[in-house]
């Protein structure tokens, strides 16, 4: 599974600021995050808000980690994710 694959099942773009980003936005340099969800994997893109900067792989879970804890996508207590490209 590449990045060019999982576009698709991207549904969230964030920051490192913790703000959505436009999905048109989105950097070649983002970390995908993702878990299996129904029938199809669903990611969260996690880049930075400066240009040039890459997040470590920790960093860009923790923040996918917090941001679906924070809009309830949990159906209980948070888990680690299967995907990180």
């Not at 936005?25 to 930075?48: C, H, N």
Request: hydrophobic fraction near 50%; include cysteine.
């Amino acid at each position: 599974m590449t990045k060019l694959d999982v576009i698709p099942q991207i549904v969230y773009v964030l920051n490192d600021a913790l703000s959505l980003v436009p999905k048109a936005k989105l950097r070649t340099d983002a970390r995908l995050i993702g878990w299996y969800s129904e029938f199809d994997p669903m990611f969260v893109a996690v880049q930075s808000f400066l240009p040039d900067v890459v997040l470590d792989k920790d960093e860009a879970i923790e923040i996918a980690m917090e941001y679906l804890d924070e809009i309830g996508w949990y159906l209980g207590i948070p888990t680690y994710p299967d995907f990180c490209l």
